[in-house]
Nanobody, 125 residues
């Protein structure tokens, strides 16, 4: 049973930084279903929002316009861990952040096979 576990969330002041991690267990990043790793975020009552995704090799990464230039996704396949470095945070970045895995490139949450439980990020003004 594949599990993704996020960590690194917390409370930070506007303008600050946080780095989220997502570690896989019960499977590896070389598995078919975990070729692409994505980050999403969701506020209560809102739809899950695409943040970015990274290819198996790490050579192809795309970001949502709302985070482009501020957030950086990376992955360490040897550690089965994907990261989300978040800089220049604003209060609008306050959300629960999720990592997810998919076999093919997609921004659609419904096409991701595995999900983490989420980690809360709160940005104070």
């Amino acid at each position: 049973q594949v599990q993704l576990v996020e960590s690194g969330g917390g409370l930070v002041q506007a303008g600050g930084s946080l780095k989220l991690s997502c570690a896989a267990s019960g499977g590896t990043f070389s598995d078919y279903a975990m070729g692409w790793l994505g980050w999403f975020r969701q506020a209560p009552g809102n739809e899950r929002e695409f943040v970015g995704r990274i290819s198996r090799s790490g050579g192809f990464i795309i970001y949502a316009d709302s985070v482009k230039g501020r957030f950086t996704i990376s992955r360490d396949n040897a550690k089965n861990t994907v990261y989300l470095q978040m800089n220049s945070l604003t209060t609008e970045d306050t959300d629960v952040y999720y990592c997810a895995a998919a076999p093919a490139p997609t921004n659609s949450p419904s096409l991701y096979y595995y999900w983490g439980q989420g980690t809360q990020v709160t940005v104070s003004s």
